[in-house]
């Protein structure tokens, strides 16, 4: 059985990832430090594949403790590597909380993979690096834009980080860049659990649902798009999952092209924000409290993928509805709130 480590896998995506490898039949270690989530989520992840995963608190930024870990940990066959901070605002005001987060825990991973000979590492990049792109829907050939955030700008160099290592070494790695994950387990045992007011707009919309917040504030609705609102590619968070199940084994059998390979992870289909209102209200029954409000400084307009890519070399593509991932989202709001 092939061991994996998943860095972050108590976290959102982390923790659907964790279900899937398990449901594959791999074993499972999860190393997480608990910044942005909850040691529950162990036990929900057990409650669905009823196996419970190795499981150590690790802070990724220690490398001496990272060093240990591995020194008990040689017989890694793959890692996948979540853990990071992801908000973008707070990156700006927290530049170098984000940059030793995001890019020294990375370095010291790939050199414990150098020293223990693990070959395979699947990292978690973001449609992001492309900015504002030139054309829809958007390949992965479309250039990496300057990042306009710390957050963006260690996804750019965490990739270039990749890339250098793969060209002077035996390390093999795939880069997925996701879209905009949403939705959450069909059994509402995982889901996103944001820590704060949600930066994102799926999570406000299903706390705005709960009561939580008074008001969802659409951003915008003068950008040149149909409705006037913002176009993104929502993609159900389970679907994203199974990607980082196929890519793992691609890495595993050694199907890999080139040492370094990248990969869009969307659903090729762009919905805008009052779209996503919309089908929100229908698909759940819900009514929403919504207001037009002036334009999110730094958003860009449209951004959707080419999954071609995906689809074809990976051999993977996106399953679920919108529809589904926004009633999985509610569900687990729902739940998370004790509301019937
Ligand atoms: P998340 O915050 O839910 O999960 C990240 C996990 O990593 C958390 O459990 C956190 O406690 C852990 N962690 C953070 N720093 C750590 C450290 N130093 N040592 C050990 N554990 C640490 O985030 P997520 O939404 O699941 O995102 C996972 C990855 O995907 C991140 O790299 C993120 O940048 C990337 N990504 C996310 C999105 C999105 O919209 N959610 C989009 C594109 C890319
Ligand atoms: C989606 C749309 C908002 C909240 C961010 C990061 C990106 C990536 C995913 C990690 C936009 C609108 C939102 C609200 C709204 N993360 N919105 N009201 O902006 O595509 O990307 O998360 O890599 O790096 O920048 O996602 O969910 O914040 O916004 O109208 O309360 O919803 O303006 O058009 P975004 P989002």
């Given at each position: 059985m092939k061991k994996i480590l998943v860095t972050g896998g108590l976290g959102y995506i982390g923790s659907h990832t964790v279900v899937e490898l398990q449901n594959s039949g791999y074993e499972v270690i999860i190393v997480d430090n608990l910044s942005n989530s909850s040691i529950d989520v162990l036990e929900r992840i057990t409650n669905i594949t009823k196996n419970p995963p190795k499981f150590e608190r690790l802070d990724l930024r220690i490398k001496s403790d990272v060093s240990e870990f591995f020194k008990n940990n040689s017989d890694i066959d793959g890692i996948i590597h979540f853990a990071a901070s992801k908000a973008v605002s707070e990156s700006v005001e927290k530049p170098l909380l984000y940059y030793e987060n995001n890019l020294n825990t990375l370095i010291y991973l790939l050199q414990e993979c150098e020293t223990n000979g693990i070959e395979n590492f699947i990292f978690s990049s973001s449609c992001t690096v492309y900015g504002e792109p030139d054309s829809l829907p958007i390949t992965e050939e479309a250039p990496v834009k300057k990042a306009t955030s710390p957050y963006g700008n260690t996804k750019q160099i965490s990739e270039e980080i990749l890339f250098d290592t793969c060209s002077v070494s035996s390390l093999k790695a795939i880069a997925l860049r996701y879209f905009n994950p949403i939705g959450a387990?069909?059994?509402?045992?995982?889901?996103?659990?944001?820590?704060?007011?949600?930066?994102?707009?799926?999570?406000?919309?299903?706390?705005?649902?709960?009561?939580?917040?008074?008001?969802?504030?659409?951003?915008?609705?003068?950008?040149?798009?149909?409705?006037?609102?913002?176009?993104r590619d929502y993609i159900h968070v389970v679907d994203l999952a199974k990607a980082h199940v196929i890519a793992m084994e691609r890495l595993l059998s050694g199907k890999n092209e080139t040492n370094y390979e990248f990969f869009n992870l969307g659903t090729g289909r762009g919905s805008s924000v009052l779209e996503v209102v919309n089908s929100f209200q229908h698909t759940?029954?819900?009514?929403?409290?919504?207001?037009?409000?002036?334009?999110?400084?730094?958003?860009?307009?449209?951004?959707?993928?080419?999954?071609?890519?995906?689809?074809?070399?990976?051999?993977?593509?996106?399953?679920?509805?919108?529809?589904?991932?926004?009633?999985?989202?509610?569900?687990?709001?729902?739940?998370?709130?004790?509301?019937?």
């Open positions: 387990h069909e059994t509402s045992e995982i889901g996103e659990l944001p820590a704060g007011v949600p930066q994102n707009l799926v999570p406000f919309i299903t706390q705005t649902a709960a009561g939580v917040r008074k008001q969802l504030s659409v951003y915008g609705d003068d950008y040149p798009t149909e409705d006037g609102s913002c176009i759940t029954g819900e009514k929403l409290n919504y207001k037009v409000v002036d334009r999110r400084p730094g958003d860009v307009i449209s951004v959707y993928a080419d999954t071609k890519k995906a689809n074809e070399v990976l051999g993977w593509k996106s399953e679920k509805t919108m529809e589904e991932a926004l009633a999985s989202a509610w569900k687990w709001e729902k739940k998370v709130r004790g509301i019937q």
